[in-house]
């Protein structure tokens, strides 16, 4: 089991690269960033997988914000950690 606290970190480290401007952050540096982060990822077992897949959906409870939430919510999918299938609508 991956803790919580693992995954909001890099649940927030997403966050601020889809939701900072480029003017505050490198663009071409936040797109290799996220793309070495989910390959990395996506080399864990399917246990693995399942817990942090479960723990990204249980710490996008934690956000205010609906946007932030649902990118939180979507991020197993769009890492690449799971099927397109099994991404739920949070609402």
């Given at each position: 089991?991956?803790?919580?606290?693992?995954?909001?970190?890099?649940?927030?480290?997403?966050?601020?690269?889809?939701?900072?401007?480029?003017?505050?952050?490198?663009?071409?540096?936040?797109?290799?960033?996220?793309?070495?982060?989910?390959?990395?990822?996506q080399?864990?077992?399917?246990?693995?997988?399942?817990?942090?897949?479960?723990?990204?959906?249980?710490?996008?409870?934690?956000?205010?914000?609906?946007?932030?939430?649902?990118?939180?919510?979507?991020?197993?999918?769009?890492?690449?950690?799971?099927?397109?299938?099994?991404?739920?609508d949070?609402?």
């Amino acid at each position: 089991m991956i803790p919580l606290e693992v995954i909001k970190a890099l649940a927030n480290v997403a966050i601020i690269t889809q939701f900072s401007s480029w003017a505050e952050l490198d663009e071409d540096a936040a797109v290799q960033m996220l793309e070495q982060m989910a390959g990395d990822l996506q080399m864990l077992g399917p246990d693995d997988l399942a817990s942090l897949s479960e723990g990204f959906r249980k710490v996008s409870e934690s956000y205010r914000e609906a946007e932030v939430r649902q990118f939180v919510w979507e991020l197993p999918s769009a890492l690449g950690l799971e099927n397109d299938e099994e991404d739920a609508d949070l609402d």
